[in-house]
């Protein structure tokens, strides 16, 4: 070997040498700064933590200290001398003209009131009620279904002859007026939407006049009524603009009703149409709509066990432009009504309880219409993993609801988020799919960044490992994991967004998760712990203290729960509007009568809790004997009060 090449070996192996030298240098200086930048991580989240932790033990100490203070104000006795306020208004109050005040302050008192305001106010002063019509005053829209217990037709009439020039929606669903009144309705020629559903005392005599005097309607439900062919009739006559049309459980008109659709101007600007519960229609009548009214976008059809293929494929004919069809209740649609679908560009779509949809309409669907973006199968046996499969290549779906499709497992799942379609999804239902497990979770949590509502219902595999990876999707609005093994508070920690949570029927889940809530979760709006019996006061108190929105909550069957829970609820939950508080033995009576006054709805029994619940009104588990069938004196029990019961009724 010559010189020259002995130097130029050494060269090229030398910078080679150097090169991995500078190459694991590279690699160790990057480790070491990221292990800097993982401890100074930890070290922030860990201090981020710890800062929450004492701010909330000093807001709930200072909660602590309100509460002692108004329970000490309501033991205290009351004075027997009279207050500076009560020894004014002693005697003989002064009387007040309410109708000298100023126009303008009687306008911000009236602004926008509901019927049942106006009412009052009219019972406050008749001033007041005669005002003039000032469209900043009074609201273009009149409900009178709020208010059907207590208004009379005679009310009814008067207030549509005042504001028939403003009145732009009217509302009467469930009110039972006399026909008469009805007709009143003609008055308002600005009307635009009209709700008459219910009405059983709606006539086609009636309709005639409405349909004479507003001719501007574009939204009309009829549902429910008992309305005939000669309705039918007067709607292409006289509503030339109607948008939106729902008929659904009107069993009275016929096919050749809806022929009529198609006299005098026809409803061809009809884009929403429901025809749920007529059973009544044929083949020829769905072929009817279709030659009436071909620009129907948004079509619903419920509970029709009559409906089948051949029913679609006739209305699919000429109506082109159809994005939407809702089909709840229709058990013999099959996959031929989706391939009768192909030439519209279906975007929703929503089956309920159908055991003729397989994957072949899945393959169909990811085929045919890339521009879905909901898709609502529920209880649809013959959905397996190749659907899930089928619909990966959807990028525009948001909302995916397979709830009771027991079939589905993890791989079906990991293969559909595989695809594109995972990164809009925005709503994904899995409830009551036993099959799948916390791999399932896991995927979820890598391929969906942009996931807001994801329910996880009765899902027997799913362990805490896979409950931890929830908090790695930072985007959750709602989550339900009622009927699951959660036991531990680790998923609320990142759950910073979170406004509603179910963790119902989690018979492990104890006071943790609450306090957990109440720290990292301060935007709660909604939350179910029914069925959790280990929840006590001491977790009520601190969710009364933080989670200051809360707007529903249900503790059903918490049965360790006292009047005391109530008390903080009363103080510290001004916003609360529905409380369900059913099997709450230790709540009295007394208490849950002072909290109906605050809240809008409730819901309370002192019952024992019924078995399927699975432990009694201790909170202990029942035993399978005790779970299964009742003992013998529980039975015997029972047959004395049934004869007992028997002989006061003969006496």
Not at 217 to 233: A, C, D, E, Q
Request: aromatic residues 6%.
């Amino acid at each position: 070997m010559t010189p020259e090449l002995m130097i130029k070996a050494c060269t090229f192996y030398t910078g080679h040498i150097v090169t991995r030298i500078q190459q694991i240098f590279c690699c160790h200086r990057l480790t070491i700064i990221l292990k800097k930048w993982r401890e100074k991580a930890i070290y922030k989240n860990q201090k981020k933590e710890d800062e929450m932790l004492l701010k909330h033990e000093l807001e709930l100490q200072k909660w602590k200290d309100k509460l002692k203070l108004k329970v000490a104000s309501k033991d205290a006795s009351i004075s027997p001398e009279l207050s500076f306020s009560e020894v004014c208004f002693v005697g003989e109050t002064r009387e007040f003209d309410i109708s000298l005040l100023p126009d303008r302050a009687i306008s911000q008192v009236c602004m926008n009131p509901k019927l049942a305001k106006q009412l009052k106010i009219e019972k406050i002063s008749r001033a007041w009620w005669r005002m003039p019509v000032v469209p900043a005053t009074w609201e273009a829209e009149i409900d009178f279904s709020t208010v059907k217990n207590m208004i009379t037709d005679k009310h009814v009439v008067s207030t549509l002859q005042r504001w028939r020039l403003n009145v732009l929606r009217l509302n009467f669903r469930g009110c039972l007026f006399r026909p008469k009144t009805f007709r009143s309705v003609s008055h308002c020629k600005n009307l635009q939407e009209l709700n008459v559903s219910n009405c059983s005392t709606l006539t086609d005599e009636s309709m005639r006049h409405i349909s004479e005097g507003c001719p501007g309607v574009l939204f009309l439900n009829l549902s429910n009524t008992n309305i005939t062919n000669r309705t039918m009739r007067l709607l292409p006559r006289h509503f030339h603009n109607l948008q939106n049309l729902s008929l659904a459980y009107c069993r009275k008109f016929t096919d050749k009703g809806l022929q009529y659709l198609n006299l005098g101007n026809g409803c061809h600007k009809l884009i929403y149409l429901d025809l749920s519960g007529c059973t009544q229609i044929s083949v020829q009548g769905f072929r009817n709509i279709a030659n009436s009214c071909s620009g129907i976008m948004h079509l619903t059809i419920n509970d029709m066990p009559t409906l089948t293929d051949n029913c679609v494929k006739a209305l699919v004919e000429k109506c082109l432009r159809i994005t939407s069809v809702v089909f709840i209740g229709a058990p013999h649609i099959s996959d031929g009504a989706f391939i009768a679908l192909s030439t519209c560009n279906l975007r929703k779509i929503r089956f309920e309880g159908n055991k003729r949809i397989t994957d072949t309409c899945f393959k169909f669907m990811g085929k045919n219409f890339p521009n879905m973006n909901h898709i609502y199968m529920v209880d649809c046996k013959g959905i397996t993993d190749g659907s899930l499969r089928a619909l990966s290549p959807l990028k525009q779906l948001t909302v995916l609801n397979l709830a009771n499709c027991v079939r589905i497992g993890d791989i079906g799942l990991r293969n559909f988020l595989d695809g594109p379609a995972s990164i809009n999804i925005r709503e994904l239902n899995l409830s009551n799919c036993v099959h799948l497990s916390d791999a399932s979770v896991v995927k979820l949590s890598e391929c969906c960044p942009n996931l807001n509502y994801l329910s996880l219902r009765n899902f027997e595999h799913l362990t805490h490992l896979g409950i931890e990876h929830i908090v790695y999707i930072l985007s959750l609005v709602s989550v339900d994991l009622s009927g699951t093994a959660i036991c531990n508070e680790a998923f609320c920690k990142s759950s910073l967004t979170l406004e509603l949570l179910d963790v119902s029927y989690c018979s492990q889940l104890s006071d943790g998760i609450i306090k957990a809530l109440a720290i990292y979760c301060i935007k709660l709006t909604s939350l179910s712990v029914a069925g959790c019996p280990k929840i006590t006061d001491s977790a009520i108190e601190m969710l009364s203290a933080k989670c200051c929105y809360l707007h529903i909550l249900d503790i059903s069957g918490c049965v360790l729960l006292t009047d005391q829970s109530l008390e903080g609820l009363q103080i510290g939950c001004k916003q609360l509007r529905i409380l369900k508080m059913l099997y709450c033995g230790h709540i009295s009576k007394e208490a849950a009568h002072r909290m109906s006054s605050v809240v809008q709805q409730q819901e309370y029994s002192s019952n024992d809790p019924p078995r399927w619940f699975g432990y009694d009104c201790e909170g202990n588990p029942l035993t399978e004997n005790q779970d299964r069938t009742p003992s013998k004196e529980v039975l015997e029990l029972t047959l004395k009060e049934s004869l007992l019961s028997s002989e006061e009724e003969e006496v």
